[in-house]
T-cell receptor, first 113, second 112 residues
Framework: KAGVTQTPRYLIKTRGQQVTLSCSPI?????VSWYQQTPGQGLQFLFE???????NKGNFPGRFSGRQFSNSRSEMNVSTLELGDSALYLC????????????FGSGTRLTVV | GESVGLHLPTLSVQEGDNSIINCAHS??????FIWYKQESGKGPQFIID?????DKRQGQRVTVLLNKTVKHLSLQIAATQPGDSAVYFC???????????FGKGTRLSVIA
């Protein structure tokens, strides 16, 4: 079966712009989590959605937001982009209602110039 | 490929040798631990997991050891192969309602 699909794979944006990233979880998975990966900070948790509700939120500014649709697909949005937002954004889905381990997508590489 | 960590600790091993990757987990109350492997250009891939009520778990060529007393987790890879070259992350959960918290990662380089 198909894995976690993230689109686009690569993105270049200018400072001040906003961006929307998309994640389609594995079919039947209802929990979607987002992580930011940078060389300096490693994998940092952004937020997690389950059945269209945000259940967990990491320590990121309000410029980072997300949502989940009724088909479990999720989007994350970053407004007013800064150079420091350049990172690999990873989406992961879980079949269970609990968060004991996820399956990750290949990520979206965002570069802010 | 994409760089997932420019300043990661690196472990270099000869092909065929055993590898041991260590991780200090951050919270003594965590009840679940997991190892992921990340190859260049890909997302993290599940390797093996262990619950806090266990101290050892074996998979195919991999073994995870957990010592909660000293908050230490390790991944052992037997007969390391070139395809094992990647960045390895440990992660932990406080509970099923909290997100995975990841360690910084270790780069494993296999010398053929």
């Amino acid at each position: 079966k198909a894995g976690v699909t993230q689109t686009p794979r690569y993105l270049i944006k200018t400072r001040g712009q906003q961006v929307t990233l998309s994640c389609s979880p594995i079919s039947g998975h209802r929990s979607v989590s987002w992580y930011q990966q940078t060389p300096g900070q490693g994998l940092q948790f952004l937020f997690e959605y389950f059945s269209e509700t945000q259940r967990n939120k990491g320590n990121f500014p309000g410029r980072f937001s997300g949502r989940q649709f009724s088909n479990s697909r999720s989007e994350m949005n970053v407004s007013t982009l800064e150079l420091g937002d350049s990172a690999l954004y990873l989406c992961a889905s879980s079949a269970q209602a609990d968060l004991y381990g996820y399956t990750f997508g290949s990520g979206t590489r965002l570069t802010v110039v | 490929g994409e760089s997932v960590g420019l300043h990661l600790p690196t472990l270099s091993v000869q092909e065929g040798d055993n590898s041991i990757i260590n991780c200090a987990h951050s919270n003594s109350a965590s009840d679940y631990f997991i190892w992921y492997k990340q190859e260049s250009g890909k997302g993290p891939q599940f390797i093996i997991d262990i619950r806090s009520n266990m101290d050892k778990r074996q998979g195919q060529r991999v073994t995870v050891l957990l010592n909660k007393t000293v908050k230490h987790l390790s991944l052992q890879i037997a007969a390391t192969q070139p395809g094992d070259s990647a960045v390895y992350f440990c992660a932990e959960n406080l509970s099923g309602n909290t997100p995975l918290v990841f360690g910084k990662g270790t780069r494993l380089s296999v010398i053929a």
